[in-house]
């Protein structure tokens, strides 16, 4: 079992940033290098999106198009936690902001098997 709690979210204008935490506890024989981690989010009527992804050792990272070159996520395996700066913020990213945990980076979220309960962002124009 992994639970997840993530934080750093709240209300910035636009061409802000703000970083966003991850936290994970990890219950079961694995370790959380054993986990692939994912940052999702879902903006009000809209479906859930793949924001970005990083492979167990952070070796690896993924981006949607629509972050490229203005998020970065990262992780400190020490610290079990996963992170995702997010710089020239726009209104469009105002979505709450999810972590999960799962085998592989993977842009569907039913490949993920844990889940945070999220973090609300929004970007004022």
């Known amino acids: 079992q992994v639970q997840l709690v993530e934080s750093g979210g709240g209300l910035v204008q636009a061409g802000g940033s703000l970083r966003l935490s991850c936290a994970a506890s990890v219950r079961s024989g694995h370790t959380f290098t054993h986990y692939a981690m994912g940052w999702f989010r879902q903006a009000p009527g809209k479906e859930r999106e793949f924001v970005s992804g990083i492979t167990w050792s952070g070796y690896s990272t993924h981006y949607t198009d629509s972050v490229k070159g203005r998020f970065t996520i990262s992780r400190d395996n020490a610290k079990n936690t996963v992170y995702l700066q997010m710089n020239s913020l726009k209104p469009e990213d105002t979505a709450v902001y999810y972590c999960?945990?799962?085998?592989?980076?993977?842009?569907?979220?039913?490949?993920?098997?844990?889940w945070g309960r999220g973090t609300q962002v929004t970007v004022s124009s």
């Open positions: 999960a945990a799962g085998d592989g980076v993977f842009a569907s979220g039913s490949k993920y098997d844990y």
